[in-house]
Structures are given as C-alpha cells and as structure tokens.
C-alpha cells in the first residue's frame, strides 16, 4: 500500500487548507486511515482518524471543531479539511493506513498504522 499526502502549504492564521492522501490500494472502506503531525523539535502526534465505515471519526482535542476528516472511496483519497489554522499547527502532516480495524473501529496511536506516506508541509504564520 503507498500514501501520498498533498495539499499543504503556506496559511494565514485564520485560513483554511485541505490535505489530500491518495492511496494505491483500497481506502477506508477496508483500512482505517488517519492524519498525524510532527512540529520542528516535537514528536509526531495524532491527528484525525476515520474508520472503515466512515461514519466514525475521531480527533484531538487540539483539531476538534476545526478539521474535519473524510473519504472518498471511488477516489481512493482522505482528505482532511483544516479550518481555522493558527501557526500551532505548522508542521509535516502525514496519512497513515492500517491493515485490519472494525467497521467502526478509529485508531489514534501511532504504532496502530501499518503504512505512512511521505508527508506534506503546513505553515501557518501569525
């Protein structure tokens, strides 16, 4: 299975950007997904994950009310849709897929994810 995130880029505090991860394979309707972020000097932490279904997702607290995770499986892509950036969340943003979850099962630790993709830049200046 190969990921491959895009979208990132340079953001206002306040703005919006919406990260792609395009898979090679089958999408969350077999794998669970989910988005991760490493800050300059920090350890990667957890994002956003969506399950199988779809329908479940989960988020940290610091993403909760503004970024939204989805999928499309006819594209075999997770988005994840950032809202209200501040520069908190600069960082290299990475998708994640696991090889086997619940219908409804969300995953939020990284040693979860079988396969990473190689990451996007995100800025956010002040």
């Known amino acids: 299975v190969q990921l491959q995130a895009s979208g990132g880029g340079l953001a206002q505090t306040g703005g919006s950007l919406r990260l792609s991860c395009a898979t090679s394979?089958?999408?969350?309707?077999?794998?669970?997904m989910g988005w991760f972020r490493q800050a300059p000097g920090k350890e990667r932490e957890f994002v956003a994950s969506i399950a199988r279904s779809g329908s479940v997702t989960s988020y940290a607290n610091s993403a909760k009310g503004r970024f939204i995770i989805s999928g499309d499986n006819a594209k075999n892509t997770v988005y994840l849709q950032m809202n209200d950036l501040r520069p908190e969340d600069t960082g290299v943003y990475s998708c994640?897929?696991?090889?086997?979850?619940?219908?409804?099962?969300?995953?939020?630790?990284?040693?979860?994810?079988?396969?990473w993709g190689q990451g996007t830049q995100v800025t956010v200046s002040s």
């Open positions: 994640a897929a696991r090889n086997t979850g619940s219908w409804d099962g969300v995953f939020t630790r990284i040693s979860d994810y079988d396969y």
């Open positions: 394979g089958r999408t969350f309707s077999y794998r669970p």
